[in-house]
Nanobody, 113 residues
Framework: QVQLVESGGGSVQAGGSLRLSCVSS????????MGWYRQSPGKQRELVAT?????NYTDAVKGRFTISRDYAKNTVYLQMSNLKPEDTAVYYC?????????WGKGTLVTVSS
């Protein structure tokens, strides 16, 4: 079983920054893929970023968000800068291995104009 715990959400003004953290209960080196989704009431669930051997981002966040890993801390980060109101959402950490998917409980990011 893999447990993922997100943190770092909060309320910021447009143009501000936040760093989300996702701590895995297992070594992230054993996880084939990790990423972040987000969901807000007005939008479909959206894949924000993934990291496998390389990083990938949805167009909406390119140049503003960075996904990274710290193997020693079993943690994946999502550094978000130049936040916009449309970034407001619950952000979920996700991971996969052995054909199974795991999800965190989410952390809320609210960006005010």
């Amino acid at each position: 079983q893999v447990q993922l715990v997100e943190s770092g959400g909060g309320s910021v003004q447009a143009g501000g920054s936040l760093r989300l953290s996702c701590v895995s209960s297992v070594s992230i080196g054993t996880l084939n893929v990790m990423g972040w989704y987000r969901q807000s009431p007005g939008k479909q669930r959206e894949l924000v970023a993934t990291i496998i051997s390389s990083t990938n981002y949805t167009d909406a966040v390119k140049g503003r968000f960075t996904i990274s890993r710290d193997y020693a801390k079993n943690t994946v980060y999502l550094q978000m800068s130049n936040l916009k109101p449309e970034d407001t959402a619950v952000y979920y950490c996700t991971a996969g291995r052995y054909g199974m998917d795991y999800w965190g409980k989410g952390t809320l990011v609210t960006v005010s104009s």
